[in-house]
T-cell receptor
Framework: NAGVTQTPKFRILKIGQSMTLQCAQD?????MYWYRQDPGMGLKLIYY???????DKGEVPNGYNVSRSTTEYFPLRLELAAPSQTSVYFC???????????FGEGSRLTVL | AQSVTQLGSHVSVSEGALVLLRCNYS??????LFWYVQYPNQGLQLLLK??????LVKGINGFEAEFKKSETSFHLTKPSAHMSDAAEYFC????????????FGKGTRLHILP
């Protein structure tokens, strides 16, 4: 099973550019999440979704957008990239409730 | 709102010694609590979780944690550390039967001394 697949694994952006981080899961999970991980700061929730067509803000949503048109895909859009968005981004999915989070391998983004 | 505080960003223990990683939570409703582990350059994987059943929870690799409501704590322990336990550990909380936001602590990096 592929589980949660994130692309790209690495990307360098210039300030002001935009890009989309892709996330796909093949476990038919309703719940999907985007986190960013910065050294010493743990994981911060950016956006999450409890099902297709439903998204909600997490702890640090500014500068990001998401969509969830299908159960499988949950892309994260960065508009007007800024150096503060340099981070490792993780997508995760779960069956909800107390279900285990399944993480992708992460996408390392650098904004210069 | 839920939050998690992990005491100690770095913890060092000798191989064979007790591992104790501390986690305190804040939640206005009954919580679900989790411990995840992250090895270098990997995503996180679940060690164990508390979901309002038994207060002492056993997980993988010999780890366990005890939910103490009176202390709002969910500390992670392992009787005897192994070199392979060196990793970063994250405590996380969500509100039981609510909006399914899962909030993580800042993490504790565990170092194992030979």
């Amino acid at each position: 099973n592929a589980g949660v697949t994130q692309t790209p694994k690495f990307r360098i952006l210039k300030i002001g550019q935009s890009m989309t981080l892709q996330c796909a899961q093949d476990m038919n999970h309703n719940y999907m999440y985007w986190y960013r991980q910065d050294p010493g700061m743990g994981l911060k929730l950016i956006y999450y979704s409890v099902g297709a067509g439903i998204t909600d803000k997490g702890e640090v949503p500014n500068g990001y957008n998401v969509s969830r048109s299908t159960t499988e895909y949950f892309p994260l859009r960065l508009e007007l990239a800024a150096p503060s968005q340099t981070s490792v981004y993780f997508c995760a999915s779960s069956s909800g409730g107390a279900g285990e989070l399944f993480f992708g391998e992460g996408s390392r983004l650098t904004v210069l | 709102a839920q939050s998690v505080t992990q005491l100690g960003s770095h913890v060092s223990v000798s191989e064979g010694a007790l591992v104790l990683l501390r986690c305190n939570y804040s939640s206005s409703v009954p919580p679900y609590l989790f411990w995840y582990v992250q090895y270098p350059n990997q995503g996180l994987q679940l060690l164990l979780k508390y979901t309002s059943a038994a207060t002492l929870v056993k997980g993988i690799n010999g780890f366990e944690a005890e939910f103490k409501k009176s202390e709002t704590s969910f500390h992670l322990t392992k009787p005897s550390a192994h070199m392979s336990d060196a990793a970063e550990y994250f405590c996380a909380v969500s509100a039981a039967n609510r909006d399914d936001k899962i909030i993580f602590g800042k993490g504790t990096r565990l170092h194992i001394l030979p």
